[in-house]
């Protein structure tokens, strides 16, 4: 069946004319969402608790380092078992995490052990999650729409630290941290049932399962990877972005808010709405163009206008400055995992989507060590000069990347990673559909 366009679906919201994709995306939303709102509460309950800024970035870690631990054997299962029984399953865990925080702290009896063992197993959960959420866009939409639905699932992100942070500021206002966490639980019920709205028309596991086992599975994709350079090379400039550059949101947020700008708790919640302002701008701008140049330079660029910002936001002390800072840093974040997204789904074969993405696990893995050196900075020096010396890390390593590859990220053209063009597509298999999208449902 053609697909039924709707206003505005041939340019940037395009890839929501797509049944499958619209309830992913809609999930997507709700998710982080949840991520956003849960981020502002547990930073608040964490201080509550303890007044510590290294509880609050171990706190941080806990809750990121199952993404370590466990984001490629993440990935490996995302290829080989059915994508949409993992999101349902691993949806579940938050939700029962959530309730279990929230009726704890509802209750008075909240303890810092439960803050600690609630984020270790819903990191878990978040580990496998986004492997398999990643690995299923380019399942539901054709392969000219991919970046666009890359953005739009950045741009439902990017939203959320507006909504989610700032609706989590506001429940703070009426609610206590406890409250938060049982309104979290009930989006999470509503993602669940976009989950199990998804219908695909083939097997919705790209390929037969095979005899061969997880870690061979495992083991194949670190020779596919390493078969790809442009893969290796995009992963590893990651690094600079998720060990020193997320802190600024996880870590100096809070602190900026509560204690160098004085606005109480509510205060994490706007300033990290500030955040998401600039993110969905950025996510908008990437989804309504049709074609990047150079998103391998742009992805280098983006980090020294980002380290700039946090460089800028250390050294003045004004509320509605700071918010546009942090709105310019959010812009060049999220457009930076757009253009990466794009970058290695559209240069992957769709059998290795889930391994590739899972790639990333290992960079968003050592946040936690950036959020813990970030901790360790701000009790050492303090709040405004850790985020400089960030900020200026930031900036030195970024142009030693361009001085030393740029002409490697000049060769990845906008052919691949801004059209969805890169790899070739596999032949089907016995039990794949013979479309260009593998188990895409029809559209509505």
């Given at each position: 069946m053609?697909?039924?366009f709707v206003p505005g679906a041939d340019t940037t919201f395009r890839a929501l004319r797509h049944r499958n994709y619209r309830l992913l995306w809609l999930g997507q939303t709700g998710h982080s969402a949840t991520l956003w709102m849960d981020q502002v509460a547990r930073a608040v309950l964490i201080l509550q608790l303890t007044d510590s800024a290294v509880m609050l970035s171990l706190v941080i870690a806990t809750r990121l380092a199952p993404i370590l631990f466990f984001g490629?054997?993440?990935?490996?299962?995302?290829?080989r078992y059915d994508?949409?029984?993992i999101l349902t399953l691993t949806q579940c865990v938050s939700t029962a995490c959530h309730l279990f925080i929230g009726s704890m702290a509802v209750t008075g009896l909240v303890e810092v052990w439960h803050v600690f063992v609630t984020a270790a197993v819903a990191g878990t959960a978040m580990a496998f999650n986004q492997p398999v959420r990643q690995s299923l866009i380019p399942r539901t939409v054709p392969p000219e729409d991919l970046l666009n639905a890359v953005a739009l699932n950045s741009t439902a992100l990017s939203f959320m630290?507006?909504?989610g942070g700032s609706l989590a500021g506001a429940l703070l206002i009426v609610l206590d941290v406890g409250g938060v966490y049982l309104v979290t639980a009930g989006i999470y019920v509503l993602v669940i049932i976009t989950t199990l709205l998804m219908r695909f028309e083939g097997p919705e596991r790209t390929r037969p399962r095979r005899d061969t086992g997880l870690f061979a599975d495992l083991a194949e994709?670190?020779?596919?990877i390493a078969s790809q350079p442009v893969l290796g090379i995009v992963t590893a400039l990651s690094l600079i972005l998720f060990i020193l550059g997320f802190p600024y949101q996880q870590v100096f947020v809070p602190l900026l808010a509560t204690r160098t700008l004085d606005l109480g708790d509510s205060g994490v919640g706007f300033l990290a709405g500030a955040t998401g302002v600039g993110a969905f701008a950025g996510s908008l701008f990437v989804a309504s163009r049709s074609n990047i140049a150079r998103p391998g330079l742009q992805l280098m660029i983006n980090m020294l206008i980002f380290g700039g910002a946090l460089v800028a936001i250390s050294l003045q002390s004004t509320v509605w400055l700071t918010a546009l800072l942090l709105a310019v840093a959010g812009s060049m974040t999220v457009?930076?995992?757009?253009?990466?997204?794009?970058?290695?789904?559209?240069?992957?074969?769709?059998e290795m989507h889930g391994r590739v993405m899972s790639l990333l696990s290992l960079d968003r893995g050592l946040i936690p060590l950036g959020a813990i050196f970030a901790g360790f900075l701000v009790q050492a020096i303090g709040v405004r000069p850790g985020l400089f010396a960030l900020g200026a890390l930031i900036i030195l390593l970024s142009s030693t990347v361009l001085l030393l590859f740029g002409r490697r990220l000049a060769a990845i053209t906008s052919a691949g990673a801004a059209r969805g063009h890169g790899a070739p597509p596999l032949e089907p298999g016995p039990s794949a559909s013979p479309s260009p999208v593998a188990g895409r449902a029809p559209n509505l």
């Open positions: 053609a697909p039924r490629l054997i993440a990935g490996a299962v995302a290829d994508k949409k029984r630290r507006i909504g994709g670190f020779r596919y457009t930076y995992m757009a253009f990466t997204n794009g970058i290695l789904l559209s240069n992957s074969d769709p």
